[in-house]
């Protein structure tokens, strides 16, 4: 998922960029107001059959649990979170959080749960991909074919143990995100590691901000959600005659973050609130990325992360049909939800943007 905040204007050092203060501000409210009428219009086809609020959301370890982005639950009912201060969070069935592992990152994305009791993998944007365990916090895997493996974004855990990891972008940092979305080409790429040799491989590549990753139920399939073109792709395990990725759901409400199988075999997904003719309006004109390159705060034309984000969830069938949503415009109960897991009942949620974890019962 993207940072947490907005990037800072960066220096202009090149008198070529300079302009009459009348003329950029000029410049300024013309992409503005072009962003803002640029906005799609309502089609029957996001018409979706049940839409829901967040209302009766239960706040878990608020004011506790600081800025998680993903959550993960094993299979006892253990929920892990990983926090934006480092600290590989757990709450046990008695209702009480403890600070279980302390990693000192403060790049830490997604995470999993794996068949082992007490074992989480984590995605460290910064270091790789780590196992955290009883034993203490180890790196499974650094680089890959000879290069340092950066960005990498979430992780799941296959039947035989592989784990499949996205990487969000191999040319730009996080704090550089939004360059990767206002150059619009494709850096981001899926991995295998496989536990046997130790060694991570390259999956797919070309891919547009691979964010969420998640199995099919019968793991047959792996989705991976491609933020900047509102879709997710799926990709067959076992190819056959079959195409190395075909698309899985695309023209989504939203930039799709983590994705999350739920029991009966679809899929959670939380999106990012951005503007899918701005973001096209922007690729297709060198002024306008040169615009955004030189002013990154005019990113909130293109996407809300900010505290009063809106929080939207939609859960799509194993067809790449959305089948429910939940949304929340103003920000009332939870602000930009960026990863949503089913267990027993419940719907759990993380947030960049909250000190707590989401637990909302589903009827």
């Keep these: 998922?993207?940072?947490?905040?907005?990037?800072?204007?960066?220096?202009?050092?090149?008198?070529?960029?300079?302009?009459?203060?009348g003329f950029m501000l000029?410049?300024?409210?013309?992409?503005?107001?072009q962003i803002f009428f640029s906005l799609p219009p309502v089609s029957s086809d996001s018409l979706l059959p049940m839409i829901s609020t967040f209302q009766g959301l239960i706040k878990l370890g608020e004011g506790v649990v600081n800025y998680p982005e993903d959550v993960a639950v094993d299979r006892n009912g253990v929920v892990y979170t990983a926090t934006s201060?480092?600290?590989?969070?757990?709450?046990?069935?008695?209702?009480?959080?403890?600070?279980?592992?302390l990693i000192h990152s403060q790049t830490l994305l997604g995470i999993t749960a794996t068949k082992e009791k007490n074992n989480l993998i984590v995605c460290d944007s910064d270091k790789g991909l780590l196992k955290v365990s009883e034993n203490g916090v180890t790196v499974l895997a650094s680089h890959v074919t000879g290069s340092k493996l950066r960005f990498t974004n979430d992780v799941i855990e296959a039947s035989d143990g592989s784990l499949y990891i996205t990487v969000s972008s191999t040319k730009f940092a996080p704090k550089a995100y939004y360059l990767d979305l206002v150059e619009g080409e494709p850096h981001g790429q899926l991995l295998r590691y496989d536990p046997?040799?130790?060694?991570?491989?390259?999956?797919?590549?070309?891919?547009?901000?691979?964010?969420?990753?998640?199995?099919?139920?019968?793991?047959?399939?792996?989705?991976?959600?491609e933020s900047w073109k509102f879709r997710c792709i799926k990709h067959w395990l076992k190819l056959g005659d079959k195409r190395d990725r075909?698309?899985?759901?695309?023209?989504l409400p939203g930039g799709p973050d983590n994705i999350n199988l739920a029991p009966d075999g679809s899929f959670w997904i939380s999106l990012i609130k951005m503007n899918s003719s701005a973001v096209e309006t922007v690729h297709s004109s060198k002024n306008r990325k040169q615009l955004l390159e030189e002013h990154p705060e005019l990113m909130n034309q293109?996407?809300?992360?900010?505290?009063?984000?809106?929080?939207?969830v939609v859960k799509v069938s194993a067809n790449g049909s959305i089948i429910r949503?939940?949304?929340?415009p103003n920000a009332k109960n939870i602000s930009f939800v960026t990863?949503?897991?089913?267990?027993?009942g419940n719907l759990y949620l993380a947030s960049i943007n909250s000190n707590f974890i989401g637990k909302l019962p589903l009827k």
């Design 196 to 225: 046997s040799s130790k060694q991570a491989s390259i999956v797919l590549e070309g891919l547009y901000f691979a964010n969420g990753v998640a199995l099919s139920k019968h793991g047959d399939f792996v989705v991976v959600c």
């Design 339 to 344: 990863s949503a897991l089913e267990f027993h």
């Design 85 to 101: 201060d480092g600290w590989i969070m757990r709450l046990q069935n008695n209702e009480t959080w403890e600070n279980w592992k």
């Design 1 to 21: 998922m993207p940072p947490k905040s907005t990037p800072r204007t960066t220096e202009r050092t090149s008198s070529k960029f300079w302009m009459p203060s």
């Design 325 to 328: 949503e939940f949304n929340d």
């Design 302 to 312: 293109l996407m809300s992360t900010g505290k009063g984000a809106a929080a939207n």
């Design 26 to 33: 000029a410049c300024l409210l013309a992409f503005t107001l």
């Design 246 to 251: 075909e698309i899985f759901i695309e023209n």
